[in-house]
């Protein structure tokens, strides 16, 4: 894709920007927001997020005593239709790839995997004990998972059984109970608390609800009134407030009213810092992110348990790492605040322990956390040190050292390797057509902030002609020739590019570019798709107009059938497309052939918003077949 051809629509996304305030500053522990919440809303769809997984493979290292080691998950190609399988410390398949996801293994035994989009779960043979009927399951805690499909959600216990009835929402268990959310006759949402067999031990009674924390948890009565709660319902005092969290550490934070500053409760209701913070996270170890205003916007600071600044507030982001490490982050670009951060490693009294090096710190386990600078991905000990003896990859990512093994994570590539550093077990990055030529996958990544993987063609019969594609696909993926990156350059914006084999029958072959240019500061990026057809006979690149007849008048034909298409939609009540927004299709139309028919399809705020993704419309070949060019190079290629 051309990156300058997403500025019009980037602008756009720029100026909402400026009124939307959708920087994620500051607070990233548990995914806190303002006062530190343990839970804020719905999980939506798709495997759940707070599972801290990547592809499948969980990424995060303070969950490490709750899998079980020795097996781990691993798909079988990074390209095409990969499936899902297990793989012991040498490498091997010890459950077969047969699933479209698949997570690590618990403490209990069962690992959650799934057949298409459903996650059910599995054994360590392999076999479901929880059939794939799911759009998410959590992971366990307490003994307990949480799962959801279109209807609701429902408690799991370790043998697979929904114990519980079905609700809107439900919470994981801390301290033997889960919120959950349900909804009056009248409409009303309301929140209450399940215990571990699954049934309201709490009524829903409340606005809103946090987990318990130990014996105490917050929940709001109504409007500007909170009461703290035993694990029984019973409540043990009523405060007047806008806003308050869950305990953490034994406190929770809280605001008296929707513009005022944050500050901190004990158990008891007693007010134990006052407020006067702008954002309060929760405590962890004795010590809470807070943020204040400074310099026109809010600073980042550690407070200790009395409230007193162990870090004082001046950086653009503080994470929190556990064993009293924490990451101090500054702007790499001090003149764009929005160009990424660097980060320095410091303890939470406040020492500073290294320099801004890291692009990403990840949290201690067992005294080390994964770090990456701007060329590589290492591990460092709590002084910041590079760890000597283990792996030093590059790229930059994550690694978790396992049990037998060491995940790797690097410029999205999972993989596993051992503590030498040697690849253990590495997806294949090539398929396959049915003329025998292979697809295998490049890098280039000129820039931490500019990674593309672009396809490279190989086993043609005519060498000349895989050299040609190869040469005109580097460049149409790259722009190598005309936009010059250098790894020392502070972009303003991070660009992601990569493919996928659409279709492939007889000499043709389709391939699908699929990029993302997001500039620093926007509300969100600009996805962008195209497609190639390839005859890898020939070495011809296809376009629209060489499948019809001469003179056929093809734009006005697949005009009127779109033009259809779209009016029945609009008709039919889809809110998705704009009015009159659809003015034809010209020969220059983004589009892709498979053997179902002729797909047509418009990129973001064409005919559609942002949300719509990339409207697509099929032709069938039925309906144009008095115009295709069937004695042409094109069709002839795929029939």
Known sequence: MKKTACIFLTALMLFASISCSVRDDGIREGQDSGPGREFTGDIRNGQDPAAGTTGGISAGSDQADRHISGIYPAKDNYLGDPKWGYIDSA???????????????????????????????????????????????????????????????????????????????????????????????????????????????????????????????????????????????????????????????????????????????????????????????????????????????????????????????????????????????????????????????????????TDFVFCSVGRFSNGIASAADSTSTYFINTSGKKVENLPVLEGKGEMEVLDGLVYANIDQRAFYLNRQGQAVYRPVSWVGTESGVKVFEEKYKPNVDYLVYYPVLGNMADLKAEADINAKLREMWTDISTLKVKPSDILDYHYESGFSVVFSRKDLLVLAESSYFYPFGAAHGTPDMNHVHIDTRSGEFYELGDLFRKGSNYEAVLTEIVGRQINELVESGDEMIFPDAFDGISSDQPFYVTDKGLSLYFRPYEIAPYAAGFPTFMVTYEEIADIIDKDGKFWKSFN
């Open 91 to 353: 490498g091997m398949f010890v459950i077969q790839p047969a699933f479209s996801q698949a997570f690590r293994f618990q403490g209990n035994g069962l690992a959650i995997a799934g057949t298409g989009d459903r996650v059910g779960l599995i054994d360590r043979n392999g076999n479901y004990v929880a059939e794939p009927v799911y759009e998410y399951i959590r992971e366990f805690s307490e003994g307990r998972a949480v799962a959801a499909d279109k209807d609701g959600c429902v408690v799991l216990d370790e043998n697979g059984r929904a114990i519980s009835d079905k609700y809107e929402y439900i919470a994981d268990y801390r301290s033997g109970r889960a919120v959950y959310r349900t909804r009056a006759e009248s409409g009303a949402i309301l929140y209450g608390y399940l215990d571990a067999d699954g049934k309201p031990v709490i009524p829903a009674i409340y606005s809103d609800a946090t987990t318990f924390e130990g014996n105490r948890a917050t929940v709001k009565l109504n409007e500007g009134l909170y009461a703290l709660i035993d694990r029984s319902g019973k409540a043990l005092k009523t405060l007047e407030c806008w806003e308050m969290s869950a305990f953490s550490d034994g406190k929770a934070a809280f605001r008296e009213s929707h513009d005022g500053r944050y500050g901190y409760i004990d158990t008891n209701g007693n007010v134990v810092i006052k407020p006067a913070f702008v954002t309060a996270g929760n405590f962890r170890d004795h010590r809470a992110v807070v943020s204040v205003w400074g310099g026109g916007r809010e600073i980042y600071g550690l407070i200790a348990e009395n409230g007193r600044f162990v870090i004082i507030p001046q950086y653009e982001e503080i994470l929190m790492l556990g064993e009293d490490r924490v990451a101090l982050g500054i702007p790499r670009d001090p003149g764009n605040l929005y160009a990424g951060l660097k980060y320095a490693l410091a303890d939470t009294d406040g020492n500073l322990l």
